[in-house]
């Protein structure tokens, strides 16, 4: 094997000029969120106190392609973009497997993990029509730190309403957030009228992300110059992040690989959006025949188990309805290592295309995916994120059952964050105290 097949690289000019929209390619239209007193479709207009326009614009655009600025393009550069893809050979060694498994690379920017794609894109439009601070909810700390650092390049503000357990028990994306110049409160907070009243009735109240939320469009609402940021789930965010399947395509072009399977983690569905959709695109143009598989924690089993129906995106029932396949918005997930897949429903796009049975679903137990984050630190040599095991996990899996067929299958799976910051989940993985949720 040539070593340009081992590490794939683009240059500078490779940085996608656009993003993709898969709306107009869907083979059915995407179900309208919907007011949950009337149950009517909303219209943008309903956003408008919430999201800057371009954001809500970008929401509904029935455009195939949406254009990056060049400004924009510039501070992708900066965070890493274009990133490299891997082949896996070391691991597809240890697996004994006739699989050529490859792997994108989303952990090599500031913050290690694929969700500066829209925080930077977000921070960048709401620059643009003068808004002053975003606001917005963060658990572990992923996307409150992919915030602040965009707002900070941009020279927004940024307020973070962090978990009160994660704030407590997980610093050091704390110190991060606050190094970029962000405010982070533990939440329940004493900033805002919601945060306050539970604050009242419990002093020690844990917190959760559906709080957190509330109290992140509370201080949007109520705040001048102020608006809302979400790290997933909505079209806008999963179109952002098709940088990332865009310039996949590219590399395994220029190696002459065509993929058989692709493979990402779901908490709320953008990561696997990114990398997928724009392949999704060509196969729904009967150019590909790739197969989807999303990749989602035992313990939580939107796609795997849920039903396909409306419900609210938050705990706390402030949002519109979605549809999408979902626990239930009461649900309360197990507190996984893996942070980022704690979510009760599923992006309605990446819903949409499993209900169509363009895209398939998995389920993994907790201490199944460590040991797959075990195989790759020991194999590939770099530490995957809890989640990020997920679709190492799935990527294994597959891997072995073309070993069993004896079949030269092309993997290729989103390695979307490291877990440098997430060694104490390893660490009780390696004393053996790990459960299975
Ligand atoms: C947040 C996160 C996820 C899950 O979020 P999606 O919106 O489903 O992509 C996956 N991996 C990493 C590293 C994350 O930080």
């Known amino acids: 094997m040539e070593n340009g097949s081992m590490k794939v690289l683009l240059g500078v000019d490779d940085l996608p000029k656009t993003y993709y929209n898969i709306q107009p390619d869907l083979p059915v239209p995407l179900p309208p969120p919907l007011n949950p007193a009337t149950r009517e479709p909303i219209g943008p207009e309903a956003l408008a106190p919430i999201f800057p326009k371009e954001i809500i614009r970008q929401e509904v655009s029935q455009n195939r392609t949406e254009p990056i600025p060049e400004e924009l393009r510039e501070a992708y550069l900066r965070l890493g973009r274009p990133t490299p893809l891997y082949r896996a050979t070391r691991l597809e060694k240890l697996l004994d497997t006739p699989a050529r498994i490859y792997y994108k690379r989303e952990d090599l920017n500031p913050v290690g993990s694929h969700k500066p794609n829209t925080a930077i894109a977000q921070a960048?439009?709401?620059?643009?029509?003068?808004?002053?601070?975003?606001?917005?909810?963060?658990?572990?700390?992923?996307?409150?730190?992919?915030?602040?650092?965009?707002?900070?390049?941009?020279?927004?503000?940024?307020?973070?309403?962090?978990?009160?357990?994660?704030?407590?028990?997980?610093?050091?994306?704390?110190?991060?957030?606050?190094?970029?110049g962000a405010e982070v409160f533990p939440s329940p907070s004493d900033r805002t009228t919601y945060g306050r009243k539970l604050l009242k009735n419990n002093g020690h109240n844990p917190g959760s992300l559906g709080i957190a939320i509330s109290e992140a469009l509370e201080a949007a609402v109520t705040g001048t110059g102020t608006k809302y940021s979400l790290g997933s789930v909505l079209n806008h965010v999963l179109m952002h992040q098709t940088v990332i399947g865009q310039e996949t395509l590219k590399q395994l072009e220029m190696i002459d690989e065509t993929p058989d399977v692709m493979v990402g983690s779901v908490g709320g569905g953008s990561n696997f959006a990114g990398f997928t959709f724009p392949a999704i695109g060509e196969r729904l143009k009967g150019?590909?025949?790739?197969?989807?598989?999303a990749v989602e924690p035992e313990s939580i089993p939107s796609l795997t188990k849920g039903v396909y129906?409306?419900?609210?995106?938050?705990?706390?029932?402030?949002?519109?309805?979605?549809?999408m396949y979902t626990l239930g918005h009461a649900f309360v997930p197990p507190s996984i290592h893996a942070g980022g897949l704690r979510y009760h429903g599923a992006a309605p796009?990446?819903?949409?295309?499993?209900?169509?049975?363009?895209?398939?679903?998995?389920?993994?137990?907790?201490?199944?995916?460590?040991?797959?984050?075990?195989?790759?630190?020991?194999?590939?040599?770099?530490?995957?994120?809890?989640e990020t095991c997920h679709a190492i996990k799935g990527a294994i899996e597959l891997a072995l059952e073309a070993k069993d067929r004896n079949e030269p299958m092309v993997i290729a799976f989103n390695f979307s964050g490291h877990g440098l910051l997430d060694l104490e989940g390893y660490a009780q993985y390696m004393a053996g105290s790990l459960g299975e949720t």
């Open 349 to 386: 796009l990446v819903s949409l295309l499993l209900h169509q049975g363009i895209i398939e679903a998995r389920a993994f137990n907790q201490l199944s995916t460590f040991e797959a984050g075990e195989i790759f630190t020991r194999t590939e040599g770099i530490v995957p994120a809890p």
């Open 287 to 293: 150019k590909l025949d790739t197969r989807f598989v």
């Open 309 to 323: 129906d409306y419900d609210f995106g938050d705990t706390a029932e402030t949002t519109p309805l979605l549809k």
């Open 124 to 180: 960048f439009f709401a620059m643009r029509e003068g808004v002053e601070r975003l606001t917005t909810e963060t658990g572990a700390g992923q996307w409150g730190s992919a915030l602040a650092y965009s707002t900070n390049y941009f020279g927004l503000k940024c307020t973070v309403f962090m978990v009160r357990v994660s704030y407590d028990q997980k610093p050091y994306r704390k110190h991060l957030m606050h190094l970029f």
